[in-house]
């Protein structure tokens, strides 16, 4: 099944302290990219990937960073997490021209 | 600079009626798509439909429909004999790539349904 797969779903954690989601698609897709929501904003990007080893800013790229070593995998890391990091993060894949499969999400509360 | 703007920040409907979520965009290319994506209470994003901007014939499926005018940059999506599982908060995206992996989201609309 085709899916893309987000890892924890839910993560309480207190601010400072390193933390890492995962994401994984099975669908060899060359785009993948991590989206943050919160209440009245819609998604906003925070970073892509093109391919392997090719990884560029979005819109919202302060205090994350992305890695991109294997083409089915790209996680993100909040280095030192702070409380307006609180939101609900999306993982999402595509090819060169299909729409966007997203991963279920993932909870994040920083206190 | 590209923007969507869903300016229905929440409607509420009785089972059975019609209802139009509305979403607006601005974009300077000339080639471009459109999305709305549906998020029910599970939190899940769930595609619904993507338009491109050459395309401007509406889409009906099911109950669903969209209307797509490039004179008013509006891509409007009417639920026709809403249910209850209808509700959920409806977003309108925008892509100004080919490859449609950078969206730009409107803020959604929260539909509530009641029975």
């Known amino acids: 099944e085709a899916q893309v797969t987000q890892n924890p779903r839910y993560l309480i954690t207190v601010t400072g302290k390193k933390l890492t989601v995962t994401c994984s698609q099975n669908m060899n897709h060359e785009y993948m990219s991590w989206y943050r929501q919160d209440p009245g904003l819609g998604l906003r990007q925070i970073y892509y990937s093109m391919n392997v080893e090719v990884t560029d800013k979005g819109d919202v790229p302060e205090g994350y960073k992305v890695s991109r070593k294997e083409k089915r995998n790209f996680p993100l890391i909040l280095e030192s997490p702070s409380p307006n990091q609180t939101s609900l993060y999306f993982c999402?894949?595509?090819?060169?021209?299909?729409?966007?499969?997203f991963g279920p999400g993932t909870r994040l509360t920083v206190l | 600079a590209q923007k969507v703007t869903q300016a229905q920040t929440e409607i509420s409907v009785v089972e059975k009626e019609d209802v139009t979520l509305d979403c607006v965009y601005e974009t300077r290319d000339t080639t471009y798509y459109l999305f709305w994506y549906k998020q029910p209470p599970s939190g899940e994003l769930v595609f619904l439909i993507r338009r491109n901007s050459f395309d401007e014939q509406n889409e009906i499926s099911g109950r669903y429909s969209w209307n797509f005018q490039k004179s008013t940059s509006s891509f409007n999506f009417t639920i026709t004999a809403s249910q209850v599982v209808d509700s959920a908060v409806y977003f309108c995206?925008?892509?100004?790539?080919?490859?449609?992996?950078?969206?730009?989201w409107g803020a959604g609309t929260k539909l509530i349904i009641k029975p």
């Open positions: 999402a894949s595509s090819g060169r021209t299909d729409t966007q499969y």
């Open positions: 995206a925008l892509s100004e790539s080919w490859s449609n992996y950078q969206l730009i």
